[in-house]
């Protein structure tokens, strides 16, 4: 079955930086998209960039364009997501997810209900 494993979150001073980590198992990883949401509390979850596993193509929320990476390493299929400049307003519950199976969609999508996997969460603080 598919699992996705996030790691690397933490406590963080403002313009600080930290690593995220999806490890992913159970995925056949042609035409999948693998995003990273986050989720502050009393807010919905929201789409912070993507990347697809086949071509390491990009996209990003404007909100992290220029602060964020998103990449992958396809031995370890595991994707990466590199936060630097980190805001307070970056506190969140990071998540990765996985849309899978569709090599012919060239859609980027950001709707939480696009993607068919989940992880469980890191959580990432960052103080003023």
């Known amino acids: 079955h598919v699992q996705l494993v996030e790691s690397g979150g933490g406590l963080v001073q403002a313009g600080g930086s930290l690593r995220l980590s999806c490890a992913a198992s159970g995925l056949t990883f042609s035409g999948y998209v693998m995003g990273w949401f986050r989720q502050a509390p009393g807010k919905a979850r929201e789409f912070v960039d993507a990347i697809r596993w086949s071509t390491g193509s990009t996209n990003y929320a404007d909100s992290v364009k220029g602060r964020f990476t998103i990449s992958r390493d396809n031995a370890k299929n595991t994707v990466y997501l590199q936060l630097n400049s980190l805001k307070p307003e970056d506190t969140a519950d990071y998540y990765c997810?996985?849309?899978?199976?569709?090599?012919?969609?060239?859609?980027?999508?950001?709707?939480?209900?696009?993607?068919?996997?989940w992880g469980q969460g890191t959580q990432v603080t960052v103080s003023s």
């Open positions: 997810a996985a849309r899978g199976g569709r090599p012919y969609d060239s859609m980027w999508y950001v709707g939480p209900d696009r993607y068919d996997y």
